[in-house]
């Protein structure tokens, strides 16, 4: 309460900036299903900004590709679309995703492809089976539901999300707000791979000296160089100060990767919400490209030292609230815009 209640006294602070940010973003927001296609376009002045994508042959919907205003692509494009050079580890990296690696033993976040038929009972799908809501103006809103089911298609939880897609200035923005209804008794054990996660492009990844071993689903291992990736350019940095491979595990409000794609700046933030479970996330921010905000993984993160074990009896709900904003130019978003952006989220009930 003592944080939330610090939150509200910096949201003044940030008033007079979001006024005069709002009042110069007339683009309009353009909302569009495609005919005979499990996907939406969402479209800011014209130009895309991401796509969500819901078919039968992916194992959860997703938010893929996604562009900056200057049509910077910031996500990587493996496996749907893949681009030069990408890596291709963990497959079921695909744009920006919502997820988790242990609901009643059933593994979400890691099912993919790539997984054999013969182990595919341990895995979970998030199947959409309804589009609740599509609009398009000076905000753009898409809401969909769907059910986190066993390969029987039983329903363990009952997923509503609503979407909102503005530009404040040059910053794009996408707030996401997820409820999970339980169908039955639902444990989220406390593990390593949630909540809401991106892969990130190749570019937007950071540059290391030391080789790493990336293990798909199958079990195959890529060996990446250290000191041979001339296209890595990225960094991290959190509300806490903590940059580089020290941002992951640790707890923070917001966290922002930025780095060099093309002769500008791009820079990717996470903002978490004061209301979200576990308060602030922890960051399971990865230097080869997985970006993701996690307030279930505490005993991975801490060491064994504490656990997040969240519950939910039949019918009880819980619900989580991020932003994300997306921008390009000379320079990477200033922490103080961040804070701006991040104590205007605080607002949002």
């Known amino acids: 309460m003592k944080k939330y209640l610090k939150y509200l006294a910096v949201c003044a602070i940030g008033t007079s900036f979001f006024s005069a940010a709002f009042a110069q973003s007339n683009e ?7 005919a005979n296609k499990n996907k939406i ?17 992916l194992e959860k919907p997703v938010l893929y590709p996604v562009f900056t205003a200057e049509g910077t692509d910031v996500t990587r494009g493996f496996p749907l679309n893949p681009k030069s050079g990408d890596p291709t580890d963990h497959p079921h990296h695909i744009g920006i995703w919502f997820n988790f690696e242990n609901v009643n033993g059933l593994d979400f976040w890691n099912n993919s492809y790539a ?8 895995y979970g ?21 769907a059910n986190w089911v066993n390969q029987q298609n039983s329903i363990l939880l009952e997923e509503t999300t ?10 794009r923005l996408i707030d996401r707000t997820t409820t999970l209804k339980a169908n039955t008794d639902v444990n989220f054990t406390d593990a390593k791979d949630g909540l809401l996660g991106m892969r990130l492009a190749h570019q937007l990844q950071m540059p290391t000296k030391e080789d ?9 291992v890529t060996v990446v160089k250290g000191g041979t990736d001339n296209v890595a350019t990225g960094n991290y940095l959190t509300s806490e100060g903590k940059t580089g ?9 917001w966290c922002k990767v930025y780095g060099k794609m093309g002769a500008d700046s791009v820079s990717v933030v996470i903002i978490d919400h004061p209301q979200n479970p576990n308060y602030p996330t922890f960051w399971h921010a990865r230097g080869y490209g997985l970006f993701a905000a996690n307030p279930l993984g505490e005993k991975v993160f801490t060491n064994g030292k504490s656990a997040k074990n969240l519950q939910l009896k039949k019918g009880q709900s819980v619900t989580f609230r991020y932003r994300i904003v997306v921008e390009e130019g000379k320079n990477s978003i200033s922490t103080a815009q961040i804070k701006k952006f991040t104590a205007d989220f605080a607002r949002k009930n």
């Open 245 to 253: 491979n020290d941002a992951w595990s640790t707890r923070g409000n």
């Open 125 to 145: 799908w998030i199947k959409t089976d309804k589009i609740l809501d599509l609009k398009s103006g000076a905000k753009g809103i898409l809401a969909y539901h």
């Open 115 to 122: 997984i054999p038929k013969e182990k595919k009972s341990q």
């Open 212 to 220: 790493q071993k990336f293990t798909d689903d199958k079990g195959n």
């Open 162 to 171: 609503r979407f909102e897609f503005t530009q404040v200035g040059h910053n």
């Open 41 to 57: 376009d969402v479209f800011i002045g014209n130009k895309p900004f991401t796509s969500f994508l819901y078919p039968d042959t």
């Open 28 to 34: 309009m927001v353009k909302v569009l299903k495609e």
